[in-house]
């Protein structure tokens, strides 16, 4: 098994902190992990994206021209990776402030609207969370229980309180993904 992702959108939005914590869980079962991140210089507010590569085997390079699974959060990211997701992969956007939508036709679409529930709810920093829980409901390529732990690895120990809220926003993105084609 190998999987190659990328988690795109502004600055702020927790991209990089769920790819740290996608290869964190990679790592609790075992997997080779890459985790490679990209942003500009005002980071909250500028674009942001990470690279993540799960793999049963060595992983040669992290720096991917096409991948097997994309996440965009923001108009920008899907402008920018929709073409990249290979023919036959997942395409994730959150539902939140797009123009254009996806329009291919040989990739698995889905759309969660995170950013409105988090924020109808008073949770928008589990946003990225529930956005896992909707990528893990359609690519089971870490068990939720690796992803817990990978949270008590990422998060300091003064947060690991908020780990049962992080847990619900998973269980919630599960919920709310919805395939679009």
Known sequence: MKEEIIIAGFGGQGVLSMGKILAYSGLMQGQEVSWLPSYGPEQRGGTAN???ILSD????????NSYDTAIVLNQPSLDRFESKVKPGGTL???GHGFKKLPTRTDINIYRIDATDYAHANNESKTMNMIILGGLLKVRPIVLVENVLKGLKKSLPERHHHLIPTN???IQTGM???QKVN
């Open 92 to 94: 994730i956007f959150d």
């Open 50 to 52: 990470v690279t993540v």
């Open 175 to 177: 919920k709310l993904i």
């Open 57 to 64: 085997e060595r992983i040669s390079s992290p720096v991917l």
């Open 167 to 169: 847990e619900k926003a």
